[in-house]
């Protein structure tokens, strides 16, 4: 049902050219290279984002794409999301898509057995660490990458091998913390381990279904789409992709975090309360 | 049903929430105690971070504590004066306790401290109860008339300056020793989320020497106020209050905390002591093991700071 939807959207957007010209088109900085058009049916309501800036990349509209949600909403009822991502390329071309949570600092800490009790004695920082990272591609990544593009398309260990280390450590040490960052983000689903594989149908339409786990970092999350042809990256589009908490939860989360003292204050009231009440209805049954 | 928990940043499903709160108030409603000792490592256990555990478990018990202090003020078994000096205690522990939380957040040992504090309390308490139960039920058994024993014995409470007058209490002792208890409990209850009646209950008995009418009142008293310490400073300081965490283990502990009444009423005290005991032994030993064992993986992560 939700990928005939899909097929329909594409093939309209496809089919609609004009409907592009509708949306505010960006401007590119001046002096910058062309930017490829930001592509989806028009109306969707999201505004268009500021373009990459790829060197090398020409001005072809040859790639469109579009999310099936405008923004991930953590809602009271959240528990981890899957968001499609769909679109229309120029055959031929392969298509490669990156989304990539907001960098951050992140500490790893690490356990060793101590008088027989396992306690974290080591910590290591890293900058720059994506707070999400996942990558599809519609052929055998490795094979496109080897071919070269431009360092541009970082799979997810070239991707981790860029991260700072806060301090000094030495070498290998860093690299089994690194590791580890990489084995706690998987374990919470927020690395995704496998490539996705971008299906491509009818020689120019593709989908990918991009996981998000219900431990989502919210900030804003960046989604590129890459049409490669002989190992080059002849078209890019990118989307940002809102991650936030929204309704009730992000009220008290906002709440919680600037007027921490009225929370509390409010979270005692409201246990004094239920306890009361609650207390003395109970004590009635 | 799942529900998304907005400070914990994670969706739990509500029923396992509602259940440990029922737990927790069926422990509240039979021995007396918050049960808190036993929904902080259980909220742990299934994913929780320990810092929104212990900070909304506090919250909890705020409503656990005003719930039974309604029925006891009613009868008229809170002795105020005692509750007071207490609190004074109570007041400058768990506030000292929040900023010590903060502390061991921050280096990364807050979990480990947690653990090992539950470890140590639950089994010393836990022995010393089953100990005390045991031997209550072999002499009963062995002799039925025999008179009980005495109820507190005199010295360190009667050597230390400071002397006040505990009318409720029949008591005339120093008020340092109630202050100091109250400050340890304040600490236990900010790093542990707990009221601390498992520790301050038998503590009032067997070293304050007070009356067994007045204890549970007094010490939910001074729970009420040290909780809602603990809820407001972890709230101003760390953030990590979840109310609708909160919120749903004080409906099941509203629920739980009745049933728990009627079930006590139909056991005899050392059958119920001996039960207690062996259930927060359990409780520590499931503890202690989880660190023993080798764990699934040695990493972790520890805060996310994004950078301006």
């Given at each position: 049902?939700?990928?005939?939807?899909?097929?329909?959207?594409?093939?309209?957007?496809?089919?609609?050219?004009?409907?592009?010209?509708?949306?505010?088109?960006?401007?590119?900085?001046?002096?910058?290279?062309?930017?490829?058009?930001i592509g989806g049916?028009?109306?969707s309501g999201v505004p268009p984002s500021v373009p990459p800036?790829?060197?090398?990349?020409?001005?072809?509209?040859?790639?469109?794409v579009d999310l099936s949600q405008a923004r991930v909403s953590i809602?009271?009822?959240f528990?981890g999301e899957n968001i499609l991502l769909f679109g229309?390329?120029?055959?031929?071309?392969?298509?490669?898509v990156v989304v990539q949570g907001p960098a951050?600092?992140?500490?790893?800490?690490?356990?060793?057995?101590?008088?027989?009790?396992?306690?974290?004695?080591?910590?290591?920082?890293?900058?720059?660490?994506p707070a999400y990272y996942a990558i599809a591609?519609?052929?055998?990544?490795?094979?496109?990458?080897?071919?070269?593009?431009?360092?541009?398309?970082?799979?997810?260990?070239?991707?981790?091998?860029?991260?700072?280390?806060?301090?000094?450590?030495?070498?290998?040490?860093?690299?089994?913390?690194?590791?580890?960052?990489?084995?706690?983000?998987?374990?919470?689903g927020l690395?995704p381990?496998?490539?996705g594989?971008?299906?491509?149908?009818?020689?120019?339409?593709?989908r990918v279904d991009l996981p998000f786990p219900?431990?989502l970092p919210e900030g804003v999350y960046e989604v590129r789409a890459?049409?490669?042809?002989?190992?080059?990256?002849?078209?890019a589009v990118s989307r940002p992709l809102p991650v936030g908490k929204v309704?009730?939860?992000?009220?008290?989360?906002?709440?919680?975090?600037?007027?921490?003292?009225?929370?509390?204050?409010?979270?005692?009231?409201?246990?004094?309360?239920?306890?009361?009440?609650?207390?003395?209805?109970?004590?009635?049954? | 049903?799942?529900?998304?928990?907005?400070?914990?940043?994670?969706?739990?499903?509500?029923?396992?929430?509602?259940?440990?709160?029922?737990?927790?108030?069926?422990?509240?409603?039979?021995?007396?105690?918050?049960?808190?000792?036993?929904?902080?490592?259980?909220?742990?256990?299934?994913?929780?971070?320990?810092?929104?555990?212990?900070?909304?478990?506090?919250?909890?018990?705020?409503?656990?504590?005003?719930?039974?202090?309604?029925?006891?003020?009613?009868?008229?078994?809170?002795?105020?004066?005692?509750?007071?000096?207490?609190?004074?205690?109570?007041?400058?522990?768990?506030?000292?306790?929040?900023?010590?939380?903060?502390?061991?957040?921050?280096?990364?040992?807050?979990?480990?401290?947690?653990?090992?504090?539950?470890?140590?309390?639950?089994?010393?308490?836990?022995?010393?109860?089953?100990?005390?139960?045991?031997?209550?039920?072999?002499?009963?058994?062995?002799?039925?008339?025999?008179?009980?024993?005495?109820?507190?014995?005199?010295?360190?409470?009667?050597?230390?300056?400071?002397?006040?007058?505990?009318?409720?209490?029949?008591?005339?002792?120093?008020?340092?020793?109630?202050?100091?208890?109250?400050?340890?409990?304040?600490?236990?209850?900010?790093?542990?989320?707990?009221?601390?009646?498992?520790?301050?209950?038998?503590?009032?008995?067997?070293?304050?020497?007070?009356?067994?009418?007045?204890?549970?009142?007094?010490?939910?008293?001074?729970?009420?106020?040290?909780?809602?310490?603990?809820?407001?400073?972890?709230?101003?300081?760390?953030?990590?209050?979840?109310?609708?965490?909160?919120?749903?283990?004080?409906?099941?502990?509203?629920?739980?905390?009745?049933?728990?009444?009627?079930?006590?009423?139909?056991?005899?005290?050392?059958?119920?002591?001996?039960?207690?005991?062996?259930?927060?032994?359990?409780?520590?030993?499931?503890?202690?093991?989880?660190?023993?064992?080798?764990?699934?993986?040695?990493?972790?992560?520890?805060?996310?700071?994004?950078?301006?």
């Amino acid at each position: 049902m939700r990928r005939g939807l899909v097929l329909v959207a594409a093939i309209l957007a496809f089919a609609m050219p004009s409907a592009q010209a509708q949306g505010p088109r960006v401007e590119p900085p001046p002096g910058a290279v062309p930017a490829p058009t930001i592509g989806g049916p028009a109306g969707s309501g999201v505004p268009p984002s500021v373009p990459p800036s790829i060197p090398g990349v020409p001005a072809t509209p040859d790639l469109v794409v579009d999310l099936s949600q405008a923004r991930v909403s953590i809602t009271s009822a959240f528990q981890g999301e899957n968001i499609l991502l769909f679109g229309m390329f120029d055959p031929p071309g392969e298509v490669v898509v990156v989304v990539q949570g907001p960098a951050a600092r992140d500490t790893v800490l690490r356990k060793e057995r101590f008088l027989g009790l396992w306690l974290n004695t080591g910590r290591q920082a890293f900058d720059d660490v994506p707070a999400y990272y996942a990558i599809a591609a519609s052929q055998p990544l490795q094979r496109m990458l080897a071919r070269g593009t431009g360092g541009e398309i970082l799979s997810l260990e070239d991707r981790m091998a860029s991260v700072r280390s806060v301090g000094s450590r030495d070498h290998d040490d860093l690299i089994r913390f690194r590791l580890g960052l990489v084995e706690v983000k998987r374990r919470e689903g927020l690395y995704p381990a496998a490539i996705g594989q971008v299906t491509v149908q009818a020689g120019r339409l593709f989908r990918v279904d991009l996981p998000f786990p219900s431990r989502l970092p919210e900030g804003v999350y960046e989604v590129r789409a890459y049409l490669l042809r002989d190992g080059k990256i002849v078209a890019a589009v990118s989307r940002p992709l809102p991650v936030g908490k929204v309704g009730f939860s992000a009220q008290l989360a906002g709440w919680a975090s600037h007027e921490g003292e009225l929370y509390g204050l409010a979270a005692i009231l409201m246990a004094v309360l239920v306890g009361w009440f609650g207390g003395a209805v109970m004590r009635r049954i | 049903m799942e529900i998304y928990l907005p400070i914990a940043e994670q969706s739990m499903n509500i029923f396992v929430l509602l259940a440990l709160g029922g737990a927790a108030g069926l422990l509240a409603g039979m021995f007396g105690v918050g049960g808190g000792f036993l929904a902080t490592p259980l909220l742990i256990f299934v994913g929780i971070p320990p810092a929104v555990a212990v900070a909304s478990q506090a919250n909890q018990v705020v409503a656990n504590s005003i719930s039974s202090l309604q029925v006891q003020w009613r009868r008229g078994n809170v002795d105020l004066r005692m509750g007071l000096v207490l609190l004074l205690g109570g007041m400058i522990g768990s506030s000292g306790g929040v900023w010590l939380f903060t502390y061991l957040k921050r280096i990364g040992q807050i979990d480990f401290v947690i653990a090992v504090t539950y470890v140590v309390m639950l089994s010393t308490i836990g022995l010393l109860m089953l100990y005390e139960s045991l031997s209550t039920y072999l002499r009963r058994r062995r002799n039925p008339e025999a008179p009980r024993g005495k109820l507190h014995t005199h010295y360190l409470v009667h050597r230390l300056p400071l002397k006040l007058r505990f009318y409720k209490s029949k008591l005339y002792i120093s008020a340092l020793l109630p202050v100091g208890l109250g400050f340890v409990i304040g600490i236990l209850s900010a790093i542990l989320g707990v009221g601390g009646g498992f520790v301050l209950v038998p503590a009032m008995i067997y070293v304050l020497g007070m009356p067994t009418t007045v204890v549970i009142g007094t010490s939910n008293f001074q729970i009420l106020f040290v909780a809602a310490n603990v809820t407001f400073l972890q709230a101003a300081t760390n953030g990590t209050v979840d109310v609708v965490l909160a919120l749903l283990l004080i409906l099941g502990g509203v629920v739980g905390a009745p049933i728990g009444a009627r079930l006590a009423a139909k056991l005899p005290g050392v059958v119920l002591r001996g039960l207690m005991a062996v259930l927060v032994l359990a409780v520590a030993t499931e503890l202690l093991f989880e660190l023993l064992r080798t764990p699934s993986s040695v990493y972790s992560l520890g805060s996310r700071e994004v950078l301006p």
